[in-house]
């Protein structure tokens, strides 16, 4: 009997293992579908894209619609202003979250809680709500119509200060201490000891920031003021909705979008393996 029993354990988590794997299997295959399918549209000739039932790989993969693309939309420059957006802004994100992090972390002064509390509430605000006050005050700086409007409104970011302070209580105070009795700076401290050891974090928060950037439509929309050459390529392919009434541009406006979301998946790939093991220190934290 004892031995039956164990043969029907073991065989029983075995089939939950394999129902447990197919479940994966499938909701990947479910969340890779529209980008596949993107990216095959893409490559179709526009009879293949008309076609009744619908073609799903191309007889003949051609790259004819991302040449017409970079001419309707002026991919360069459009590349360029999301570049200079996404990276800028994360560059100054990743800095002033690990230095806010730090401070909320590790040192102690009057008042530091409540501050901490009132940054986590600014979290909870729609973006919608802050909107014309940003406006407002990117038009007293005279921001408005220029990539730096876009910027620096978005230099600091709450989501990121509470991420790095959450990781950054975890280094130990003794290693901080011992590197103040040899005399190290609090620069120095903070980015050659406890960012090399938050460095999981690091990489998620860049990632996060990266793609969210990148993405952003209404908020370059608004500041920007109609200065289409400062467009980045979000708002850029907006233009390309209007060749998306006709099966025949479907390849066109594939193409588009398939170029959009490159950037933020090729960073992916390499913040990867850092990515998941933020994820695991946050499961072995909690």
């Not at 040192?107 to 006050?133: H, Q, S």
């Not at 409007?149 to 230099?155: A, E, I, R, S």
């Not at 170029?259 to 393996?273: D, E, G, K, W």
Request: charged residues 10%; positive net charge.
């Amino acid at each position: 009997m004892i031995g039956g029993a164990q043969f029907y354990r073991r065989h029983a988590r075995t089939w939950q293992e394999g129902a447990l794997t197919l479940v994966i299997i499938a909701i990947a295959v479910i969340a890779a579908f529209p980008l596949a399918w993107m990216v095959l549209s893409s490559l179709k000739t526009p009879q293949e894209s008309m076609q009744v039932p619908p073609v799903w790989w191309p007889g003949s993969p051609n790259l004819d619609a991302y040449s017409q693309v970079a001419d309707v939309v002026g991919l360069g420059r459009s590349f360029l202003n999301s570049f200079f957006i996404a990276l800028v802004t994360t560059t100054a994100i990743v800095i002033t979250s690990l230095m806010a992090g730090y401070a909320f972390a590790k040192y102690r002064f009057k008042g530091r809680d409540w501050l901490f509390a009132a940054l986590i509430g600014t979290m909870f605000l729609p973006p919608i709500v802050t909107l014309i006050p940003l406006y407002r005050i990117t038009g007293y700086l005279g921001l408005n119509a220029s990539l730096f409007g876009v910027v620096v409104p978005n230099l600091a970011n709450a989501f990121g200060i509470f991420l790095m302070r959450q990781y950054i209580k975890g280094v130990p105070d003794d290693l901080i201490d011992a590197a103040r009795v040899d005399g190290a700076s609090e620069l120095t401290i903070l980015f050659k000891i406890v960012a090399p050891t938050v460095l999981p974090a690091i990489a998620a928060l860049t990632l996060f920031a990266f793609v969210y950037h990148w993405n952003s439509y209404l908020w370059p929309l608004t500041v920007l003021q109609g200065n289409t050459d400062q467009y980045p390529i979000v708002i850029s392919l907006s233009r390309l909705l209007s060749y998306n009434r006709g099966a025949m541009n479907t390849g066109l406006v594939m193409a588009g979008a398939t170029l959009a979301v490159l950037p933020p998946v090729v960073l992916f790939v390499f913040l990867q393996r850092f990515f998941v093991d933020s994820i695991v220190a946050t499961g072995v934290k909690g």
